[in-house]
């Protein structure tokens, strides 16, 4: 009898965590979705889940404080058990800026979150996915971003440069722990409905650029969660260090 994926989807409390955790759910996973602050938002979707008759639970963590994901990892594993699978979506995302009035503190915020938090996660993943280290495997799919690709020019530079990051991260570790029963994948989600365009302080973003994309419409979460669950499962074996662009064409 196959044994159950156990997944972390970190940032699950709302948007394409949310869509994705509970499509994982529905498709047989144990979830837990990490949360910063929405507790009534994680625990809702833990709620929903367990509505339909599947396994899930919310831990709060910080995964831009190392401590906190190390204790995050410890409750998974006695409340679950070890991962199999590990969505990297949380991010950080600050109100639309040119690099001039860019700040060290303001950049401290989205790289620790950004870059060292998905890191880091990756890092403890790793660690109980590992053959090497008497684990059955596992994949790791990180949500990156079109801006990757884009630059975000007058918006968001700093976020772009940290999913950036993110991509060249994808595609070392995809190599890395390929010997080792690992796939590392990414999606590069752009012009999505979610609440995060509030936080850049434009909360009709996509609606502003839709007309600019070749399909001339914003994406919604379940179309990134489709893609993400896709990477995470069987059907996928055989792909590590790639990338699907979910941008409408952009």
């Known amino acids: 009898m196959a044994q159950q994926n156990i997944t972390l989807v970190t940032g699950g409390s709302r948007g394409i965590g949310k869509a994705t955790a509970l499509l994982l759910a529905e498709r047989g996973h144990k979830v837990c979705i990490n949360y910063r602050q929405r507790e009534d938002e994680a625990l809702a979707v833990v709620q929903t889940i367990r509505q339909k008759g599947g396994s899930a639970i919310a831990i709060a963590a910080d995964i831009s404080d190392e401590r906190q994901i190390l204790a995050m990892f410890s409750q998974i594993d006695q409340r679950l058990g070890p991962i199999t699978g590990l969505v990297n979506n949380a991010a950080r995302l600050l109100p639309q800026s040119r690099v ?3 700040t060290a503190p303001r950049l401290s915020e989205i790289f620790a979150a950004n870059i060292s938090g998905s890191i880091l996660c990756a890092r403890e993943a790793v660690k109980r996915m590992s053959t090497q280290y008497h684990g059955r495997g596992g994949a790791i799919v990180n949500v990156s971003s079109a801006a990757a690709r884009l630059g975000s020019a007058f918006e968001y530079t700093d976020y772009a440069a940290s999913k950036g990051a993110i991509d060249t991260f994808t595609r070392g570790l995809s190599v890395e722990v390929a010997g080792v029963g690992i796939r590392v994948n990414a999606v590069r989600p752009g012009f999505i409905y979610t609440d995060m365009h509030a936080e850049g302080g434009e909360a ?39 990338f699907i662009d979910l941008a409408g064409g952009k």
Do not use: F, H, N
């Not at 007309?211 to 074996?237: C, F």
């Open 100 to 102: 001039e009035q860019l």
């Open 204 to 242: 009709d973003r996509v609606e502003r650029v839709k007309s600019q994309l070749p399909m001339a419409r914003g994406g919604q979460p379940i179309e990134v969660a489709y893609a993400i669950a896709w990477l995470l499962s069987e059907e996928a074996s055989y792909v590590t260090g790639s």
